[in-house]
């Protein structure tokens, strides 16, 4: 079974900041993806950034950004210039690409505080 | 236009009452999925379907039963609610097929409350 740890239950960092969140996996699979969702006190779940593992190239939307390492089975996220409003509960989750076992397997989260 | 869309969203009931969460999708996707997530904000799958057949079952009490009238809808029955149920309730959806990663979107979450 595959397994999601994140070592950090909580971060802050400064407004206009840099911070970046750590996640490991482990799974026996080469074929999987791997997602950062954020979870702000509204409670809703909201995809950050997706990776494919397949593709080596590191995805980004804007301010975010993953360093994946798939040999170390490592997948950071980045945020640059850190916002008020990134402040918010962080989860890494992995999907298999297996048929019938697209269930998300999460991390426990961090959360991280935004100051101004 | 909600993408998907769980009703209620709040839910206080007494022990060994019987309720009901229900979860709609509007964006055509052939697979959805409960999660449940505790107190201590951990998420973990419960039920999954697609094309309302039964493709997931987690290590669930059977007092929990999922389902599907229809690949939009994927309701969860709880039969004599326990304090321990108490927590928020996702559902979620995706596409399995079209290589897009089949990214999972997610409801609003019920909140359910166990007295």
């Known amino acids: 079974a595959q397994t999601v740890t994140q070592s950090q239950p909580e971060m802050s960092v400064q407004e206009a900041e840099t911070v970046t969140l750590s996640c490991t996996y482990d799974t026996s699979e080469s074929d999987y993806y791997l997602f950062w969702y954020k979870q702000p006190p509204s409670r809703q779940m909201i995809l950050v950034i997706r990776?494919?593992?397949?593709?080596?190239q590191n995805a980004t939307e804007n301010r975010f950004s993953v360093n994946f390492q798939k040999a170390a089975k490592s997948f950071s996220l980045k945020i640059s210039d850190s916002q008020l409003g990134d402040a918010a509960m962080y989860f890494c989750a992995y999907r298999s690409a297996t048929w019938s076992n697209y269930k998300l397997t999460f991390g426990k989260g961090t959360l991280l505080t935004v100051n101004p | 236009d909600t993408a998907v869309s769980q009703t209620p969203k709040y839910l206080v009931t007494q022990m060994g009452n019987d309720k009901s969460i229900k979860c709609e999708q509007n964006l055509g996707h052939d697979t959805m999925y409960w999660y449940k997530q505790d107190s201590k904000k951990f998420l973990k799958i419960m039920f999954s379907?697609?094309?309302?057949?039964?493709?997931i079952n987690e290590t669930v009490p059977n007092r929990f039963s999922p389902k599907s009238p229809d690949k939009a809808h994927l309701n969860l029955h709880i039969n004599s609610l326990e304090l321990g149920d108490s927590a928020v309730y996702f559902c979620?959806?995706?596409?399995?097929?079209?290589?897009?990663?089949?990214?999972?979107?997610f409801g609003p979450g019920t909140r359910l409350l166990v007295l």
């Open positions: 979620a959806s995706s596409q399995t097929s079209g290589g897009a990663g089949e990214t999972q979107y």
């Open positions: 379907y697609n094309n309302k057949e039964l493709i």
């Open positions: 990776q494919e593992a397949y593709k080596q």
